[in-house]
């Protein structure tokens, strides 16, 4: 998995992949006008809200990314439990006929 690298106040820290393509395109990015931070993604456009610094914005996305890796593996659980579920259904049907 590769992620974007930055140096911010002398701390390397990384922009994890987009939440909502996981594409490894997300992009710290300061408004020249409001001089406000932001992250967004370069394939699909996902956008944090504005922050005042660019560690907050940073930090908002990571943890984004990390509760919707978190969403993704949970999803993935049930979607095993509905298929043991329909396996057990299918041999107890298989079984009656
Ligand atoms: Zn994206």
Request: charged share 20%; aromatic share 8%; with cysteine.
């Amino acid at each position: 998995m590769r992620t974007g690298e930055m140096t911010i106040a002398k701390e390397v820290v990384s922009l994890l992949n987009c939440p909502f393509c996981g594409e490894p395109l997300s992009t710290l990015h300061q408004s020249t006008g409001t001089k406000k931070w932001s992250v967004y993604c370069e394939v699909c456009f996902a956008t944090t809200r504005d922050c005042d610094t660019n560690w907050e914005a940073v930090a908002m996305w990571n943890c984004r990314a990390n509760y919707s890796m978190m969403c993704t593996e949970r999803l993935h659980t049930v979607e095993l439990a509905i298929d043991e579920i329909l396996e057990t259904l299918k041999g107890h049907h298989n079984a009656d006929t």
